[in-house]
């Protein structure tokens, strides 16, 4: 069996703050207007909260791009706020991750306004600088938010890499005196408490010498250079590195954010005896609705059986010695009862449909906030409403530069866009949802009235009510924790099930991705099996032969 440890055991809770909570009036969420919901957080029940970048910041990505890693952004409060939230938190049995965003800085901070001055600066070599070539850029490779990641700077001639917006130069982690900066400020947050890192797109941090042009493709001047930053070549070096001069001193919780990542590579990166990191965010089953090939904004429905395939492999890979995390929504991705769920007729019961397909397989969940209340997508009738740049730069780029239609556009933004994630907590029915009394940095979903945490918490049955229970579950049932998985009904297009066994005991979960009635045949024996939790009434003893009703779960223990 696996080592047991706390953070295999524990469910995290993704605070965005800007979107969370706001205690003054701005119209952005703050650090005071979290302390004020920790009771609430408490009453759900989670043991984690990892919390999205608060440090100092221009927010060109939103608080991605970080000025001074050491200081607090002003709108979010100052360090004092910080330390009580921190303090609180602890005192309410509730740990505290934090964003690491160290594959990149901000332009504004001190390293880059150095760096930037002379090519003998002594701070040059903390970021990657390159001459042109031929005239233009040093190379082909496409930025994350569109455009070329080469950004000219007139003052040494030369180019400066960003894989995301020109804001947020690149670090240069082939420089042992960067990552000993980045170790000595990792060490500042776990001496003050802190119970471990989220590592945003931790796996581009080694780049392949060189930078090679990237394989071009008909009509485009720039393309994707993936395979030359992602999983470089000394990624697991570094990361070895990070652990034995920062994490092995401390009894933290790690999680990388690795897009591109396999399961044979997660598998190195969450290995215990590799010394690395304890799970990876893996994105391989948030592309199933992508055109193959193509990027997000390209549509297609998802195909359960290869969600089923994806997640499957994923359990089977890391069963031994590595670790999953397990999720559906967060700060990037669209609301997961909007998505692969029915937001209209059966909000309610596919939104507990889907945590329960999660929450029982072997990992950790996370929910990002709102999950929890059955929060959907937003639909804003003009783009002007939008804040995210890697929205804006994509409408403007196929609207405004290729002159594609706008309504196609829209529907892509109305199912991928991040800002689907990132409008305000729907606290209750009161104006701007009880988020802020001021006026919200970006809309509220105009369902708050009927969609929020003050209605929830009164209904039994609410989406809430229904997390709390399968959080407490996972503290009273090792199986949920630490139990294999083996997936049944593999070719069903509509039913996910599947079998979670430790020792003697088998868990056996049934999940309907449909709104359609499907018979369920068991071949596990139900006569004496207990129900755990399900999102309808069922009749005391079933039969090992039941209906499932539309997006019905069950999760039966035998």
């Known amino acids: 069996m696996t080592t047991k440890k706390w953070w295999k055991e524990a469910v995290v809770y993704q605070i965005y703050p800007r979107s969370f909570n706001d205690s003054n009036g701005d119209g952005v969420g703050d650090i005071q207007g979290i302390i004020e919901k920790l009771d609430y957080l408490k009453e759900l029940g989670v043991d984690v909260v990892w919390l999205s970048p608060v440090y100092k910041s221009p927010n060109d990505d939103n608080g991605y791009d970080i000025s001074d890693y050491r200081n607090i952004m002003d709108e979010f409060g100052t360090m004092a706020d910080w330390e009580e939230m921190l303090a609180e938190m602890h005192k309410r049995g509730i740990k505290l991750i934090m964003d690491l965003v160290v594959n990149h800085s901000s332009d504004e901070h001190e390293w880059f306004q150095e760096s930037r001055k002379s090519k003998d600066n002594p701070y040059r070599d903390y970021y990657i600088w390159r001459p042109g070539k031929n005239g233009t850029e040093p190379n082909n490779w496409e930025a994350t938010f569109g455009g070329s990641v080469w950004e000219y700077d007139e003052q040494t001639d030369e180019y400066f890499l960003h894989l995301f917006s020109k804001k947020q130069p690149d670090l240069n982690w082939e420089n042992p005196k960067l990552r000993q900066e980045v170790y000595d400020m990792m060490k500042f947050w776990l001496d003050k408490g802190i119970d471990g890192f989220r590592m945003d ?73 590799r010394k690395e990191l304890n799970m990876v965010f893996q994105f391989e089953h948030m592309d199933l609705d992508t055109q193959p090939g193509k990027n997000k904004w390209h549509l297609k429905p998802l195909d359960l059986r290869d969600l089923k395939k994806s997640l499957g492999k994923w359990q089977s890979e890391l069963e031994d010695g590595g670790w999953n995390s397990l999720y559906w929504n967060n700060h990037d991705q669209p609301r997961i009862v909007s998505r692969w769920g029915d937001d209209k007729e059966y909000r309610v019961t596919s939104a507990k449909m889907l945590a329960t397909c999660l929450h029982m397989m072997k990992g950790t969940p996370y929910i990002y906030q709102g999950e929890e209340l059955g929060m959907t997508n937003i639909k804003f009738d003009s783009i002007e409403d939008y804040k995210d740049i890697e929205t804006l730069n994509m409408y403007n780029e196929r609207v405004v530069g290729n002159g594609e239609g706008p309504q196609e556009i829209m529907q892509s933004i109305y199912t991928k866009g991040r800002d689907n994630a990132r409008t305000p907590v729907q606290w209750d029915d009161s104006e701007h949802a009880g988020f802020t009394t001021g006026n919200p940095w970006i809309k509220v979903n105009e369902n708050y009235q009927e969609i929020n945490a003050e209605k929830a918490l009164d209904d039994k049955d609410s989406i809430f009510h229904y997390y709390r229970k399968l959080i407490q579950l996972r503290k009273q049932h090792e199986v949920i924790v630490y139990g294999s998985f083996e997936m049944m009904y593999e070719e069903h297009a509509e039913i996910f099930a599947y079998t979670r066994t430790l020792g003697e005991e088998t868990l056996l979960v049934v999940t309907n991705f449909s709104g359609n009635t499907h018979k369920f045949d068991s071949s596990i024996d139900l006569k004496y099996a207990e129900l755990l939790i399900s999102n309808y009434e069922v009749a005391e003893k079933e039969a090992n032969s039941f209906e499932l009703r539309p997006w019905e779960a069950r999760v039966y223990k035998i």
């Open 201 to 273: 797109v931790i796996n581009f941090i080694s780049k392949v010498e060189g930078l090679p042009d990237g394989e071009k493709v008909e009509g485009k001047k720039y393309v994707s250079g993936h395979q030359y930053f992602m999983n470089g070549p000394r990624i697991h070096e570094f990361l070895q590195e990070m652990h034995k001069e920062v994490l092995e001193d401390y009894n933290v919780m790690t999680v990388g954010e690795m897009p591109g990542v396999s399961p044979e590579e997660g598998k190195l990166y969450t290995g215990e005896e």
